[in-house]
């Protein structure tokens, strides 16, 4: 028996890895940032990261910019979201669940190739002043809202001041985010200038014409 799982299982993993894991790999450059070790307040912090893509799409050879707090497959402790979907019966003494997920920036999906299959990737006039949105993957959508468009649905999020909610107006493929040979994992998306982390450590990532590394 043993041997027979370890057979599948690998073979499982060959499979996923030659179809990859869904997202661009490849020409991209990662930079793990975290401003408070200049002891930077969140001012300053929101400051920095501005200019510092700005400054890093006019590179030569860049073609995009993103920043997140959470990349797929990474080591570091994962971005965990606590939130309440519309319109979904939760069973007796639960109320909200607690999916993996990221805070990025409206070039994250163009840059990481992740492809949204329904609404619309985040947007330049999406901030912090204006209604909070959300993006969350197709086995979020289609667990709690099956048959149905998850696009105009809202979420509470615990973050959310005074428990309001969000809308989703967007739903991105599901890719692989711990593993390659993992399950289809719920995740969500929240937009980092509505959300914030709560520490500053971020992680640029740069798609680049030619190789990353020059």
Excluded at 119 to 143: C, K, L, M, Q
């Amino acid at each position: 028996v043993l041997v027979t799982v370890s057979v599948w299982l690998y073979r499982g993993t060959l499979i996923t890895a030659a179809n990859g894991p869904g997202y661009r790999t490849e020409q991209l450059l990662m930079v793990n940032l975290d401003p408070a070790l200049a002891r930077y307040n969140d001012v300053q912090s929101r400051r920095f990261f501005r200019e510092l893509t700005e400054k890093t799409r006019a590179l030569p050879g860049v073609v995009s910019v993103a920043l997140t707090s959470d990349i797929p497959m990474g080591t570091d402790t994962r971005d965990i979201v606590t939130v309440a979907p519309e319109g979904y019966q939760f069973p007796p003494g639960g109320d909200r669940i607690t999916v993996q997920g990221a805070r990025v920036d409206e070039g994250f999906f163009v840059t990481m190739n992740l492809p949204i299959v329904a609404g619309r990737a985040f947007e330049s006039t999406d901030t912090a002043d204006t209604p909070h949105v959300a993006i969350v993957n197709t086995t979020f959508a289609n667990h709690y809202w099956p048959g149905q468009s998850a696009i105009g649905k809202r979420i509470q999020v615990k973050e959310e001041p005074d428990g309001a909610s969000v809308q989703i107006v967007g739903v991105a493929a599901t890719i692989h985010y711990n593993w390659v040979a993992e399950g289809p994992t719920e995740y969500i998306y929240l937009h980092r200038l509505q959300h914030p982390a709560p520490t500053p450590r971020t992680t640029m990532l740069v798609h680049t014409h030619g190789g990353a590394a020059a």
